[in-house]
C-alpha cells in the first residue's frame, strides 16, 4: 500500500482487511471481529480444502480503514453514509483494532487513517469474504 508515493504496508501472503467502522461499533465488537478474523479458516490446507486461518499459514494481516464499506446503497443513486462512525470515533476505533492487531498477530501492518492510499491486491482465487462481529 502507498500513500504519497511511500510504501507504508505490505504483506506476502496473507489476509487484506479493509475495515469499515460504524456508529454502533465498539471496542467488544472490535475484539470479536479480531478474534473471528485470525481464526476463519478461509486458506488451503494439505488436502487443498479451506480448513486453515492466518494464524495457522503463518500469513501476515494488511489492515486498511475503509468507510466507505458503511455506505447504504439501497436507494437512489448516491451512497448515503449516515451508518457511519464520525472520523474521530472510527480512527480511535480503529487504532484499537491496530493495537490489539499487533498484540494478537504481530505479522501485520497497516494503513495511515483517512490517508487517500493506492492498495495493491493479487487475489488468489479471488476468494472474497465479508466479515461481521
Known amino acids: 500500500m ?18 469499515g467502522i460504524d456508529k454502533s461499533d465498539s471496542e467488544a465488537s472490535a475484539d470479536k471481529l ?7 479458516r478461509v486458506f488451503s490446507d494439505a488436502e487443498d480444502r479451506m480448513n486453515a486461518s492466518v494464524q ?16 447504504d446503497t439501497k436507494k437512489g443513486l448516491r451512497p448515503s453514509f449516515s451508518s457511519a462512525a464520525a472520523p474521530r470515533d472510527a ?4 487504532n484499537y483494532f491496530v493495537n490489539q492487531l499487533k498484540l494478537s498477530h504481530p505479522s501485520m501492518a497497516c ?23
Open 56 to 71: 495457522d499459514i503463518e500469513g501476515g494481516v494488511l489492515l486498511i480503514s475503509q468507510f466507505t464499506l458503511s455506505a
Open 111 to 133: 494503513g495511515i487513517f483517512g490517508a487517500d492510499m493506492k492498495v495493491s491486491l493479487l487475489n488468489d482465487g479471488p476468494v472474497t469474504f465479508m466479515l461481521e462481529a
Open 2 to 19: 502507498v500513500v504519497d508515493d511511500e510504501t507504508v504496508g505490505a504483506i506476502e501472503q496473507g489476509l487484506l482487511v479493509f475495515l
Open 91 to 94: 480512527e480511535l476505533l480503529y
Open 34 to 40: 479480531l478474534k473471528k478474523l485470525l481464526a476463519y
